[in-house]
């Protein structure tokens, strides 16, 4: 299923049904401060906005039993539970925590540092945004605090406070980055919206694009993006909403039911539902991750953290050529490689691109063959854009290749991956040359009927899968079923197999073969189709 790791999922089978909404972690505070998110709707939407005020339609309050008596409990935080947190950290990580708090206690609010002492050491929203600038959108930087204004200390719900202590960001911290999904999804629901109680789909669905808007805004402000040239690629407004929409597809409500399309926006979401949706789309926390520790500079310089960077945004090689700009955004990109095998993620190597080394299907088959597991990206001329992953080197031959780690995607206009069904292990095809069987390149279904198909006439095409194609349960993924090609990239993923050096046809270490076919008047389908490999500097 897009969006979910396939252990995350056996953990969730094995996971106890909840029939009622759990109670908020302790430390959580039932009425945080900071600005409300809510946003203004009329009508029926005026109603549910009431709702979550806890008011009924006369305007007056209705008591929520239950939400405030699990703080009540509670007691003092440094007596026991800020010290479990403050344990999940290593000395190094501590004393890293502890150094960020002290900085940002220093500022004035204005980027400067204050003078005399403070009877304890605090941080407020002003403070906070002069240490984070511009690494942040601003929006994000309220949310940030707002999740660590939620923190409790006392259990007695105080109200607003104007200033974060150390424990808050201690806590806050230990949730987001060490805590499972019922913690973080306590700190969530307040980033989503500061007010007490639940949220609604469309305070959901700005929150997730604020997010990914966020995770690109820091990652180009930290010279993090590994190569991809922000102006070499597309714009990622698009890619924001299309990744959102991927992930919000996994909201679901306590009876299963998804919240898609309309019926997200009025949708009201309790923490249960939060918690849920965090657990199955570990996106949500790798991106509260990167957020956090690049746009506030804690714990980001670890070994561990800089991995998780690289497993988010592959190094890009091979695209400084002037003429190329590929033909996706970060968003996407960094959804496509979330879902390739895990010893693939670290790189990208352009391989082919119809702008720079021209539309041409020999052309395409020299600079493909024999490079190792790859992505193709297409895009139609009614401006759909779609692709595969082929697990293996292509090869010229007449028998389907490729194993059930294959897959097909489309990328415009929405995010989705189209995996493996077993039904058959038409995965990956490519012939040239040949008379009597179809020559081209192919992914899933059959002869004449592929989920995903380039003729070599190049630049005509197929996606004949109505309904569904029988390899990889994808649906057409053009705009029609016949399309013509508007541009064409592959990149190799991962490192490239040694043999693409190396490896030779059979017909080059042995003569006498190759005597025979040229006596039979036959000519080597792959002459001229193999490239030398770049240098890995390029």
């Known amino acids: 299923m897009p969006g979910t790791l396939p252990r995350a999922a056996l953990l969730l089978a094995q996971r106890p049904i909840r029939h009622a909404a759990a109670p908020p972690p302790s430390w959580l505070a039932a009425d945080p401060a900071g600005p409300s998110f809510a946003v203004a709707r009329a009508g029926s939407e005026a109603a549910a906005a ?36 403050l344990s999940r950290f290593l000395p190094e990580e501590q004393a890293d925590i502890d150094g960020v708090f002290d900085t940002l206690a220093r ?28 690494a942040l959108p601003a929006q994000m930087t309220v949310r940030l605090y707002s999740g660590m204004n939620c923190v409790d200390l006392t259990g007695k719900s105080p109200g607003s406070s104007e200033q974060i202590v150390k424990e808050q960001f201690v806590i806050f911290m230990s949730a987001l980055l060490k805590g499972n999904a019922e913690e973080k999804s306590g700190i969530i629901m307040r980033m989503i919206s500061s007010t007490e109680g639940p949220v609604v789909g469309k305070q959901i669905q700005e929150f997730t694009e604020d997010l990914i808007t966020s995770v ?28 959102a929409s991927q992930l919000l597809s996994e909201l679901k409500l306590q009876d299963g039911k998804k919240l898609a399309g309309s019926h997200l926006m009025d949708a009201i979401c309790d923490q249960s539902t939060i918690e849920n949706w965090v657990f199955q789309v570990p996106q949500i926390s790798a991106f509260l991750g990167v957020i956090i520790r690049q ?28 003429e190329f700009v590929s033909l996706l955004d970060i968003p996407s990109i960094i959804f496509i490689n979330s879902h ?38 297409l895009k139609d001329m009614d401006g759909y854009i779609f692709g595969g992953f082929a697990s293996q080197s292509w090869e010229v031959k007449p028998q389907f290749q490729g194993d059930n780690r294959c897959f097909l995607f489309s990328v415009s ?49 197929h996606s004949r899968a109505k309904p569904r194609c029988t390899t990889y349960n994808s649906p057409q993924l053009s705009a029609n079923e016949n399309f013509t090609l508007d541009g064409m990239e592959v990149w190799a993923v991962g490192e490239l197999p040694e043999s693409s050096v190396t490896k030779k046809s059979i017909l080059d270490t042995d003569p006498e073969a190759q005597a025979l076919l040229e006596m039979t008047g036959k000519s080597r389908q792959s002459d001229g189709l193999r490239e030398p490999i770049e240098d890995d500097d390029n």
């Open 340 to 377: 390739l095998p895990s010893e693939l993620q670290h790189k990208w190597r352009l391989l082919f691109s119809s702008r720079v080394h021209g539309e041409s299907f020999s052309q395409l088959c020299g600079h493909i063959i024999n490079k190792g597991p790859c992505i193709l990206i």
């Open 413 to 461: 206009p929405s995010l989705a991956v189209h995996t493996d069904t077993g039904y058959n292990d038409h995965y990956m095809y490519l012939n040239h040359g040949q008379q009597m069987i179809p020559n081209g390149l192919g992914m899933g279904g059959q002869h004449d009927y592929f989920g995903l198909w380039i003729d070599s006439d190049y630049g005509k095409g």
């Open 295 to 322: 746009g506030l500079l804690v714990l980001h310089s670890l070994p561990d953290q800089a991995k998780d960077i690289v497993s988010l945004v592959p190094k890009c090689k091979g695209s400084k050529g002037g």
């Open 216 to 243: 690109v805004h820091v990652l180009s402000y930290r010279n993090l993006l590994a190569g991809w040239n922000p102006e070499k690629t597309q714009d990622p407004a698009r890619g924001v909403k299309a990744l």
């Open 50 to 85: 009431a709702r979550l005020r806890g008011e009924t339609e006369s305007g007056s309050a209705q008591p929520r039993p239950g939400f405030h008596h699990f703080f009540e409990k509670m007691g003092n935080v440094e007596s026991g539970c800020y010290e479990n947190h």
């Open 107 to 134: 500022l004035d609010g204005s980027g400067g540092v204050k003078t005399g002492k403070a009877a304890r050491k605090a941080v407020t929203l002003a403070m906070l945004k002069a240490h984070v600038q511009e």
